[in-house]
């Protein structure tokens, strides 16, 4: 059975972690109570005797209400710890020791920030290695940390209605190779991110209501081929040319060879924090095996599947670090879309013959039977073709 960690759950911790004395206060309240009398007072009633709750904690009340078992047994290891004197060590937060003493295998943990509220994801939730379903929808967000890659185990990522671009979603999104559905509806996207197409095991992707997406597909897709392959100028930030250390430009170049240093058992728990630290400086290329500054010029590169009859076309955006990687992305794309543009009209004209042989062959049936020309039901004809059956295997939804 799953085993789901919720919103409010993520809020009530993140609270206590960034203000100790209230949970300082909320231990306090139970500490002149007896060990037996705390383990027997997992109900709902018990539990209302702290006080009353202010309107702004109501997370702490949500909580009571559904998790009162988990809460308490968080407050009873935290008063076993004072009393053995085992503090907790610095960067050990509440919500890892939580995260640490139940089996989560998925969060539910949508609509927990308003807009212009710090919508920051804590770390400490990516290091759930047995989560299959992660739901982050309606939340404002504008970017997602790289850390979503540590995430081995991910079958399911909802990011529906935030403020998703292209950008904003890192490539570590691949180091998820069991990822079989992300919903990317209602975000800010102008194309779907090039590196979906190298995740092996995605089949779906929703992708309704980007304004961007229609807009920009239109344009591209009905301009030369050429403006397919943009030029970005970058920007000039000089802080980031300071002198850094080898430690930097050795973890560059991993970035760049788009190794899962979460995986690797070659990079010890400080490097993999390291690297996912670093890890936004960095646009990685989609075509060689290099990481460039952000603020360096590059490519952006549309490429264009089609997935449905020929009658819509899904692009993506890749980033190349220079022309030669831009030509080497966007022209085999486009040989790929013609031979599976024209596969397509092969298939369907084929389909338009069998179907018409079909009918002439019921037709000249039943007027040998009645005499007449009049009308005989349709014969059971097979579905239209699609190219999902052999170039593209990824389904979108639009
Ligand atoms: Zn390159």
């Keep these: 059975m799953a085993e789901i960690f919720h919103g409010f759950e993520l809020l009530l911790l993140k609270k206590f972690d960034k203000h100790p004395e209230q949970w300082r206060d909320l231990k306090q309240k139970l500490s002149n109570k007896s060990n037996d009398d705390l383990q027997e007072s997992y109900s709902y009633v018990d539990l209302l005797m702290l006080g009353n709750i202010p309107q702004s904690m109501w ?164 301009t030369d081929v050429g403006y397919r392959i943009i030029p970005s100028e970058g920007a000039h930030i000089d802080s980031e040319r300071n002198p850094k250390p080898l430690q930097f430009w050795a973890a560059k170049t991993v970035i760049g060879m788009k190794i899962d240093f979460f995986e690797d058992p070659n990079f010890s728990v400080i490097l993999q924090d390291y690297l996912s630290e670093i890890y936004h400086l960095f646009k990685v290329c989609h075509y060689c095996s290099g990481a460039s500054f952000r603020y360096q010029p590059g490519y952006k590169v549309i490429t264009f599947k089609n997935p449905y009859l020929g009658n819509t076309c899904v692009p993506f955006q890749h980033w190349a670090c220079s022309i030669k990687c831009a030509v080497a992305l966007e022209v085999p794309a486009r040989q790929e879309q013609i031979a599976a543009a024209t596969r397509l009209d092969d298939l369907y004209e084929e389909y338009i013959e069998e179907c018409q042989t079909m009918f002439s062959d019921v037709q000249a049936r039943h007027s040998a039977l009645c005499g007449c020309i009049c009308t005989s039901p349709p014969p059971t004809i097979r579905s239209p073709p699609t190219t999902t059956n052999h170039s593209n295997r990824i389904c979108v939804v639009s």
């Design 59 to 222: 997370f702490l009340s949500v909580a009571l209400h559904n998790r009162p078992k988990y809460l308490l047994q968080l407050i009873l290891q935290d008063l076993e710890r004072e009393r053995t004197g085992n503090v907790r060590r610095p960067g050990e937060t509440l919500l890892k020791t939580y995260m640490n003493t139940y089996n989560f295998t998925e969060f539910h943990l949508d609509s927990i920030f308003k807009y212009g509220e710090d919508n920051t994801l804590p770390k400490e939730i990516f290091k759930c290695p047995n989560v299959k379903l992660l739901s982050l929808k309606y939340n404002c967000l504008d970017k997602i940390p790289v850390d979503i890659g540590r995430m081995k185990n991910l079958r399911f990522l909802a990011l529906t209605n935030n403020k998703l671009q292209v950008q904003s979603i890192p490539y570590s999104l691949t180091f998820c190779r069991k990822l079989k559905t992300i919903m990317l509806d209602n975000n800010l996207l102008d194309a779907l991110p090039g590196f979906l197409l190298k995740m092996p095991a995605i089949r779906t992707v929703h992708r309704h209501g980007n304004h961007n997406y229609f807009k920009s597909t239109f344009m591209w897709y009905h």
